[in-house]
């Protein structure tokens, strides 16, 4: 079912820095022996290019246990992950599946689902942090949850479960070390990330070449570090890029995204001098144009190391003028 198409199309992304998202509400069934347990997920849609009956898969050798195997999607060939199988748990039989296409990470993949309910609307200031028993059950991969009618709704995060599966790739590595050991300048850096692996990965590629990182879990986190910095700015009568001379923020941030957070920056005197670099899985053209609508002054789809690198020296060394 094409979102181009389809009666039941996906609908377009919500306006730029309105701080709410759209998601894809889907279920995953459990068979315990008290009966079945009705698993509650989301995702944004922005994510999601449709939602398909399963199609033929194809067996593929060498792959990870989670992977299903290869399926045919508009002329690619797609890998195919069972979430339930990444769970650990016991699917009922005979249990009707769909397939969720996502384009993320310059990836397609597919993921099989039990049921795809509705399309809910919601403000990222209702995405709370997971309770811990809760992510721990998932092996950290939750980003938040949020309470609905229907009971906890948890969004995954998909960077993390690529991750755990052995999908995830990061590109530029190697150009990215040589670079790293060229560097002639380095920069106090605030990253504005939800994503543990994420996290662990930006960090990694900045302090290779030696850039300082102030590590944020999400867009209001990042938000309150920053005016924490301007205050003290302005006691000391010196511009905040004596401190930070760049932010890179990923756009899917539970309590305030990375588009509202870039916003605010650019609307703020303060920190009008700050560039920013919207870091994000969502690699299609139209987020690219929301980032540069709220003024960002770079844009970068995950990971590729050497390109950010590159958008580094060129952004902080703006901000350091600044």
Excluded: C
Excluded at 139 to 145: F, M, Q
Excluded at 153 to 164: P, S, T
Aim: glycine share 6%; aromatic share 6%.
């Amino acid at each position: 079912m094409s979102p181009e198409k389809s009666p039941h199309a996906l609908p377009d992304i919500l306006e730029t820095g309105k701080n709410e998202l759209e998601i894809v509400d889907f279920r995953i069934y459990e068979d315990r022996q008290e009966g079945v347990y009705e698993w509650i997920f989301g995702v944004n849609v922005a994510k999601v290019r449709e939602v398909l009956r399963m199609p033929k898969i194809t067996k593929v050798p060498n792959m990870p246990p989670e992977v299903e195997g290869m399926a045919e999607i508009r002329g690619k060939l797609i890998p195919v992950v069972s979430l339930a199988r990444w769970m650990g748990i016991e699917e009922p039989p005979e249990r009707k599946k769909f397939l969720l296409h996502l384009e993320f990470l310059r990836e397609n993949v597919g993921i099989i689902v039990h049921d795809a309910k509705r399309i809910r609307r919601i403000s990222w200031r209702d995405i709370k942090k997971a309770p811990d028993t809760l992510n721990q059950k998932m092996g950290g991969r939750i980003t938040g949850v949020v309470d609905t009618e229907d009971g906890l709704l948890i969004i995954l995060d998909f960077e993390g479960i690529l991750h755990d599966i052995g999908l995830l790739k990061v590109f530029g590595e190697v150009e990215a070390e040589e670079k790293a050991k060229e560097e002639k300048y380095t920069y106090t850096i605030l990253i504005a990330e939800d994503s543990a692996i994420a996290r662990k990965i930006i960090k990694d590629i900045l302090e290779s070449a030696g850039h300082k990182v102030i590590m944020t879990e999400d867009g209001l986190e990042a938000w309150n570090t920053l005016n924490e910095y301007l205050e003290r700015a302005k006691n000391e009568n010196r511009p905040i890029t004596d401190y930070i001379q760049l932010v890179i923020t990923d756009i899917e941030m539970p309590n305030m995204d990375g588009l509202t957070l870039t916003k605010k920056i650019k609307e703020t005197p303060g920190f009008m001098g700050l560039p920013v670099i919207v870091n994000t899985t969502l690699s299609d053209e139209s987020n690219r144009q929301r980032a540069f609508r709220v003024h960002a002054d770079g844009f970068i789809v995950k990971f590729d190391a050497a390109e950010l690198l590159d958008m580094v020296d060129k952004l902080a060394h703006r901000g350091e003028e600044a």
